[in-house]
C-alpha cells in the first residue's frame, strides 16, 4: 500500500501511533557522511522515511534514498535499531517512531538538487555535522561516530 501513513491518518488523525521507518548514514570514500536538509523543517538529517505495506526495512532505505537524494545505494551494514523516541511532526501529527538504520554507500545515481522533501544535499565530516533535527538522528551519528554497530535503543 502506498503511503501508508497517509492512511493511518485518514483512521486516527494527530493521534500518537508507532510508525515505522528505515533511514541511511551514507558514507563516501572520505568517510564524510551525506546529510539532507529537510523540506517540512529546514533541519538537517539522514535520509530515510516510512515503511510502506509489504516492504521490508531494506526496500524502505533504498527507496527514500532514491526518492530524496537521487542516489541508488548499497547497504554495507546495519548501524541500529532505535525504538524509543517521540516525535510531533510539524502538522501536528504525534507518533513513536521506530527506525532501522544502515549504513550504505552509493552505488549510483545522480544528486538532487531539491525537491519536495530535499532542499539541500551536503556532505560532511562526521565531527562537523550540523545539529540535526530530532534524537533519533542525533544518537545515529553519536553511534556512527564510535563505531558501534548493531545498536539498539
Known sequence: MANYIGWIRSKVGKEHIFTNFAGAII???????????????????????????????????????????????????????YTRYDYTYPNGDSAQTMLTAFVCRITGGEPLTENEETR??????????????????????????????GVYR
Request: no cysteine; net charge negative.
Open 27 to 81: 558514507t563516501n570514500e572520505r568517510g564524510e557522511i551525506l546529510l539532507q536538509k529537510r523540506r517540512d523543517n529546514g533541519q538537517w538529517g539522514f535520509p530515510g522515511g516510512a515503511m510502506e505495506l509489504g516492504e521490508s526495512a531494506e526496500d524502505t532505505v533504498k527507496r527514500e534514498v532514491m526518492e530524496e537524494t537521487g542516489y541508488a545505494v548499497e547497504i554495507r551494514y546495519l548501524q541500529g535499531v
Open 120 to 149: 539541500e544535499l551536503r556532505f560532511f565530516a562526521p565531527e562537523s555535522a550540523p545539529p540535526l533535527f530530532n534524537r533519533q538522528n542525533v544518537d545515529m551519528l553519536a553511534d556512527f561516530r564510535e563505531g558501534r554497530k
